[in-house]
Structure formats: structure tokens, C-alpha cells
């Protein structure tokens, strides 16, 4: 979908730098664009439970991030390791950053851990590495001696903590599980005491970005998920019920997605996601998305609109950045409700 990469700009003075409570405000009340249609909504994302219902899912990814990048030597040059993707309990794929390394280098890491590149990834500049270390002595060290990965637009380092959803509990993505940062514990509340009914999965999130302006092919970023029994039995008996199952981030609505069938039907599954959404798919399991503002270049943006005609999509993001909202994990976020697409 070209005509999408070449949409708009993003202003550098709209990259958030800084987590809203580093700003004097709440998780939740960075702002919201509420999309329905023609219609949008410009409020706070504590507003959020003014545009539920009474029976509606919200649906959210309780993946909680690992500090994914792990720095050391290789062939007496300093370089680190981006974590993507765990292959099984000593390898991993990972983004080498720092140089030019083939298959066979050894990486000199922290504490005498060391980690052999012994192939390359399901695509390029990913590449297979295998640790000295497997299983519960690997994890730990990534947990002693990790970073949180930080993009370029990200000034300062921050704590693992801030990378992290209130509700995060399965360890196992590499990037933040970002659109549902804003939700504070009283934001559930409020959905609670208005009848809103929430359900978790899991999808461990990949690298989103290779650096060097180089983005994951959308066709080649596999991703680990898991779907539980409850989840999916309440996805299918709201749905039943005519209510709305809302998708809180991109990652729920590739899970969810690749585990519906024609009905709508929706089977507690776990596996690995190679599904790719854009302009003509056709959702079956979503009905809205609270998802944050995505860059032109990001796959992220193509998903959108599956849930809404381009047109529509443009004018609300040419008012976000007209209106001054915030881009990235730290940014504000968007509610999008699907329309009836013709196919």
C-alpha cells in the first residue's frame, strides 16, 4: 500500500521524548482520537470509558518486556545485541549493532557469557545467535545485564519499568507492548463499573525497526502468541451478543485475526503469527482498535485501514498533526472504530 508511505511527516517536535509521568501527568491522560467514520473525537484517553458500551471486550496483550539489547565486543570492536525473536532456550534471533559480523564471529558479552552468530535470521540484517548459557541462567542474565532497546527520538535512558503495561505478566517482547500504556488501574475501573468486560492474550512483539531507515518485511515477522481457552470463549459469547470486541493494539488484532475462522469464530490457539493486515483484508474477530499514531513507513499504519477507508485515516492524522499529538510509545493514542469496508 505505497501511497500510505509517503502520507505524511512527522515534525520532530512531535516525537515523545518523555513518558507522560515524567511530564506531571497521569499514564491516561495523554490524549485521544477517537475515530467513527466521518467522525472525530479529539479528548483525553481518561475519557476512554465515554465511548464504551454496556457488553463491549476489550482485549489486551499482557506481554511484558525484556531489556532486549545486551552490549559487548566482537572481533575488538564494540557492538551490541538487539534481541527480536527467542528460538528456543539458547537461541535467539537478534540485530547486531555496531558493525559488519558473519556467521561463526563469537560475541564477548558481560561476565564471561559468550554468543556465536551461527546463521542468518528469518530475514535480513537478522541474524541467529546461540548463547554459552540456556534456559533459566539466560533469562536471568538478560533481566542482570540488559538495556531496554531506545530508538534515536528517545533522548534518555529509562528504567525497564517504563516500558512496561500495568497488567504486563508473560515475559517475552523485545519492544513495549505500547497502546496499552495509557491504561491506569482506576482507567478499569471506570470500564468495570460501566459494564465493560476485559480479556488478556499473549503475543511477544519483535523488533519494529532495523535502524538505518530498514523496516521488518510484513511477510517475514513472525511472532509468538497464545490465546487462552477463557479468552476465546468470551470473545465468541460477546460476540454472539451483538457486543463490540475492541482490540487494544496491533498486536492483539494480528492474534486474534489469525486464530477466527470465516464465522467469526475465534479457538483458544498458540503458535507463531506470520499474518499480514492491510487495505483489503476483511477483519472478522474486531470490531475497534485503541491502538497509538504510527509513522508512514510502519506496517502498523497499512493495518488501519482494514478498519477504515484511507481518506478517513488521512484527515484524522492531519489533524493529529495539526492539533500537535505525540508519536511513538510515549505519544497519545487513537480509538478507531471499524466501518463496513467494501471489498
Known amino acids: 500500500m505505497t501511497a500510505i508511505n509517503n502520507a505524511f511527516e512527522i515534525p520532530q517536535s512531535l516525537n515523545a521524548k518523555v513518558p507522560a509521568e515524567q511530564r506531571g501527568a497521569g499514564r491516561d491522560d495523554v490524549r485521544l482520537m477517537v475515530m467513527n467514520g466521518e467522525e472525530i473525537h479529539h479528548e483525553r484517553f481518561s475519557s476512554l470509558p465515554d465511548f464504551m458500551e454496556e457488553g463491549d471486550l476489550l482485549v489486551f496483550n499482557n506481554s511484558r518486556t525484556i531489556p532486549a539489547v545486551l552490549k559487548g565486543k566482537a572481533c575488538n570492536r564494540e557492538m551490541e545485541i538487539r534481541l527480536s525473536r527467542q528460538l528456543d532456550d539458547q537461541r535467539w534471533e537478534a540485530l547486531i549493532w555496531g558493525g559488519l559480523f558473519s556467521a561463526g564471529d563469537e560475541l564477548e558479552l558481560k561476565n564471561g557469557v559468550k554468543a556465536v552468530i551461527t546463521g542468518t535470521g528469518n530475514e535480513k540484517p537478522l541474524v541467529t545467535i546461540d548463547f554459552s548459557i540456556g534456559g533459566v ?50 482507567m478499569f475501573e ?34 509468538a502468541f497464545h490465546i487462552p481457552e477463557e479468552t476465546a470463549k468470551l470473545i465468541n459469547a460477546v460476540r454472539e451478543k451483538k457486543g463490540r470486541v475492541i482490540a487494544v493494539g496491533t498486536t492483539v488484532v494480528r492474534a486474534l485475526e489469525t486464530a477466527v475462522d470465516e464465522k467469526g469464530y475465534v479457538s483458544a490457539s498458540k ?17 475497534g482498535l485503541v491502538t497509538g499514531l504510527h509513522e508512514p513507513e510502519a506496517t502498523h499504519l497499512e493495518m488501519l485501514a482494514a478498519f477504515t477507508y484511507e481518506h478517513h485515516l488521512f484527515d484524522a492524522y492531519r489533524q493529529a498533526l495539526k492539533k500537535g499529538y505525540l508519536w511513538h510509545e510515549f505519544g497519545d493514542m487513537n480509538l478507531i472504530f471499524a466501518e463496513r469496508l467494501k471489498s
Do not use: C
Not at 539466560?138 to 525497564?160: H, K, M, V
Open 271 to 287: 503458535g507463531i503469527t506470520n499474518l499480514y493486515i492491510q487495505k483489503d483484508y476483511q477483519l472478522k474477530a474486531i470490531d
Open 137 to 186: 541462567d539466560l533469562i536471568d542474565y538478560i533481566y542482570s545485564y540488559g538495556e531496554p532497546i531506545r530508538y534515536e527520538y528517545i533522548d534518555s535512558p529509562w528504567t525497564l519499568d517504563v516500558y512496561q503495561t500495568a497488567y504486563a505478566s508473560v515475559p517475552g517482547s523485545v519492544e513495549m507492548a505500547s497502546a496499552g500504556r495509557a491504561f491506569s488501574w482506576r
Open 190 to 223: 471506570k470500564l468495570k463499573e460501566k459494564g465493560v468486560r476485559t480479556a488478556f492474550l499473549t503475543l511477544h512483539t519483535g523488533l519494529s525497526y532495523y535502524g538505518n531507515d530498514r523496516w521488518p518485511n510484513p511477510q517475514k515477522h513472525p511472532e
